[in-house]
């Protein structure tokens, strides 16, 4: 029976058990001759541990011994504790710090830029692992096998389950790695690189939704987990983690380099993960209305601006800020000039700017210069001036008239869209009318994207919300037409995920607690 302050091999102090296994223990223990801290793995065989396991333990300690890598354990030691009672003792590196399930027990789930940067981290230590000749596989990637170090860095530990060598056609294998995090092929025994990335997968969607893969529901045995991602998550990294999850090993990405140029692709969905903020330049004929959300634990407020706002308002209201942040640096500019200048050289300056805003604030206030304006050249000004705005207003006129003759009137629709405990409502706003539309919460039957034909006989695709209030056919509201795909996706799980978080009623509520259309 070991116990704390054992010493195993006139070397070795064990000071804390790490794991409670009575076969296989895990000790933090304290190198004496060494004068460091070390992980001590113990394995007694016998009893549940048989002789693969044996081989499985010395294949770590054999592959630990040949690998050397900063956030990888370095192998100290390798020895028999006692022969009768044919111990087994690892001893490696400590590395101080928690894993990744601790830290999902102290904080259920992470925040999207740390699983990201976790995904970098680890896809490095892989890429070394899969460069090795053979390939060097893990096999058991799994958060309590991460450690996130003091350093902020994150090292991969417990090669327990490692594979060095391919395994030959024919051989017997021990099927190993953790249910949930382990892909179908390595049940087979044919682990590849690809299956490395599959558990890394699986490990980046626990820590971002706290459920384990295997709490997950499974569609084609392929986990769900889309409308389970906090609201920060892109639809770009979410694609790249259904890449890497994805059943078949042909379907995901087939080398650690692959996956990381997929994921340092500079696209605006995941500028997050290269930290650089690259603002797309607007185009006045393909822009995209951006949906507007202001969301607490009440009610989720949802605008989605005409197309005429997007492709006209929008872009004028960023010219104009431009000009006056310009301006503003023009006028620091001239305040540190005025700033260097000699106090003679102020004084000269400042009567000569005071005179002259004197002077022309007295020629305006008697009329002078308006008078003046007005005589110089009179006929030409008067004329010059109709045709700028004749030049501005007509061409506006027709285009605005054009696109109403053609039943264009969406050009200039809002949509609003309200969620409260109890109902919701759709309302859109147009140059026309002013439709609304309500229903209850407790009735929602369907939240779903999809493809038809709006009431201006457009196909295209939108979000539908479909209710039932007893009526013989179900409602079915239709919004979002002008949006992208990705921003339709984002959409949609940003009202499911507010409509997990409320308490909806089980029995449809009175008809006074519900606006009426």
Not at 24 to 52: C, F, I, M, N, Y
Not at 55 to 75: D, G, M, N, S, V
Not at 119 to 136: G, M, W, Y
Not at 185 to 193: L, S
Request: aromatic share 10%; hydrophobic share 40%; proline share 7%.
């Amino acid at each position: 029976m070991l116990t704390p302050d054992t010493v195993l091999q006139n070397r070795y102090k064990l000071t804390e058990q790490l794991s409670a296994n009575p076969s296989r223990q895990t000790w933090l223990a304290s190198d004496e001759e060494g004068d460091r801290p070390v992980v001590l793995k113990l394995l007694a065989l016998g009893g549940v541990v048989k002789w693969h396991d044996l081989k499985l333990f010395e294949r770590e300690a054999e592959t630990l011994a040949q690998l050397e890598h900063p956030r990888i354990p370095k192998y100290y030691d390798f020895f028999s504790v006692d022969d009768r009672e044919l111990w087994f003792g690892l001893v490696q590196q400590y590395i101080p710090g928690i894993s990744l399930k601790q830290k999902l027990q102290q904080r259920r789930s992470l925040a999207c830029p740390e699983v990201q940067k976790i995904a970098l981290d680890v896809l490095e230590i892989l890429t070394f692992l899969h460069n090795q000749s053979p390939p060097v596989l893990h096999r058991d990637l799994k958060p309590s096998n991460l450690i996130w170090g003091e350093d902020d860095r994150i090292y991969l530990i417990d090669f327990g389950a490692v594979q060095a060598k391919s395994p030959h056609p024919g051989a017997t294998f021990t099927i190993v790695g953790t249910y949930g995090y382990t892909p179908l092929e390595q049940y087979g025994g044919q682990a590849v690189a690809a299956s490395d990335l599959y558990a890394l997968g699986a490990t980046l969607i626990h820590l971002l939704t706290g459920i384990a893969p295997s709490e997950l529901p499974q569609q084609e045995l392929k986990m769900q987990f889309r409308d389970r991602l906090p609201a920060s998550v892109d639809s770009a990294f979410a694609a790249w983690l259904e890449v890497m999850t994805a059943i078949g090993v042909k379907k995901r990405y087939q080398s650690t380099t692959e996956a990381l140029e997929a994921l340092q692709k500079p696209q605006p969905e995941i500028t997050a993960l290269r930290r650089q903020r690259r603002t797309p330049k607007p185009s006045p004929k393909s822009a995209t209305p951006q949906a507007r959300l202001q969301k607490s634990l009440d009610n989720l407020q949802i605008e989605i601006p005409s197309p005429f706002e997007v492709e006209w308002l929008q872009p004028g209201s960023r010219f104009l800020q431009r000009w006056l942040e310009r301006g503003y640096d023009y006028l620091q500019a001239g305040v540190r000039w005025y700033k260097n200048l000699e106090a003679m050289q102020k004084k000269r300056f400042t009567k000569i700017v005071v005179g002259l805003g004197l002077l022309i604030g007295f020629l305006s206030a008697t009329g002078v210069l308006p008078i003046v304006a007005f005589v110089q050249e009179s006929a030409i000004a008067l004329l010059t001036l109709a045709i700028a705005l004749l030049g501005l207003v007509l061409p506006l006129g027709a285009i605005a008239f054009w696109l109403l003759q053609q039943n264009r009137s969406e050009y200039f629709e809002k949509t609003c869209v309200s969620f409260y405990p109890k109902y919701f409502a759709v309302e859109r706003f147009s140059l026309q009318n002013h439709q609304r539309h309500f229903g209850q919460i407790a009735q929602i039957q369907a939240l779903e994207i999809t493809t038809q034909r709006d009431r201006h006989g457009r196909l295209c695709q939108g979000i539908v919300v479909e209710y039932n209030d007893a009526s013989p056919n179900p409602h079915r509201y239709f919004f979002g037409e002008n949006l992208s795909p990705t921003e339709l996706e984002k959409l949609r799980q940003e009202i499911q995920l507010w409509l997990a978080n409320i308490s909806v009623p089980t029995t449809p509520e009175s008809s006074s607690d519900t606006p009426q259309n």
